[in-house]
């Protein structure tokens, strides 16, 4: 089951920097990059989008190891509904007067 969600991650996070990073490799085709430009910056955009996956799939392990799964489910679940609560009291709190603006900027 992990390696499966680990196989979806990388690929989702693959089309993600291929996405975000097309442009940058294009940029560097039309400048002086050379023909070694286009290598670099594919692999190294593979590279970034790996270690990222790796350290979100980590994390995971971690957080499973020390709370358990059932906990960990429940405060992810916390999570997941308190976020858009937060901010949507933030919103509120926000458009109250520009004095309130430069602190919620922040």
């Known amino acids: 089951m992990l390696w499966a969600k680990v196989r979806v991650l990388i690929e989702v996070s693959l089309w993600l920097a291929g996405a975000f990073n097309l442009v940058g490799l294009f940029v ?3 400048g002086s990059g050379g023909w070694r430009f286009p290598l670099v910056h594919i692999f190294a955009t593979v590279l970034e989008a790996l270690f990222c996956t790796s350290c979100v799939v980590l994390g995971y392990q ?4 020390w709370f358990g799964r059932e906990r960990l489910d429940s405060v992810m679940t916390i999570g997941r509904y308190s976020l858009p609560l937060r901010r949507s009291w933030r919103a ?4 109250r007067s520009p004095s309130v603006w430069i602190t919620c900027s922040m």
């Open 62 to 65: 971690l957080c499973l190891r």
């Open 28 to 30: 560097g085709l039309a």
């Open 92 to 95: 509120s709190f926000c458009r």
